[in-house]
Nanobody, 121 residues
Framework: VQLQASGGGLVQAGDSLRLSCAASGRTFSDYNMGWFRQAPGEEREFVAAITWSGVSTYYADSVKGRFTISRDNAKNTVYLQMNSLKPEDTAVYYC???????????????WGQGTLVTVSS
């Protein structure tokens, strides 16, 4: 699976942003999807995940209630709607795909290249 993340940018605290991750190469609906982020000088951390069907989702506590992960299997795309953004959300955001599992502690099979989100105070 090839993954292409997009939608990052510079926003102010309190603003919203929607990230997209377009998949190609394999059957998108076979894969559970996740979003991760990595801030400068920090380890990569889990943000959200969704099962192949879209029925189940999982969020990091830090984004719960502000971020929403969703997918459109007809468009081979997974989204991350980010509301009430904070400066601490500043990071490069990556999407990932895994055939068997989803969530934070998964060795995802495929990774996208990342899109930068910068939230100014």
């Amino acid at each position: 699976v090839q993954l292409q993340a997009s939608g990052g940018g510079l926003v102010q605290a309190g603003d919203s942003l929607r990230l997209s991750c377009a998949a190609s190469g394999r059957t998108f609906s076979d894969y559970n999807m996740g979003w991760f982020r990595q801030a400068p000088g920090e380890e990569r951390e889990f943000v959200a995940a969704i099962t192949w069907s879209g029925v189940s989702t999982y969020y990091a506590d830090s984004v719960k209630g502000r971020f929403t992960i969703s997918r459109d299997n007809a468009k081979n795309t997974v989204y991350l709607q980010m509301n009430s953004l904070k400066p601490e959300d500043t990071a490069v955001y990556y999407c990932a795909a895994d055939r068997l599992d989803y969530g934070p502690n998964v060795d995802y099979d495929y990774w996208g290249q990342g899109t930068l989100v910068t939230v100014s105070s």
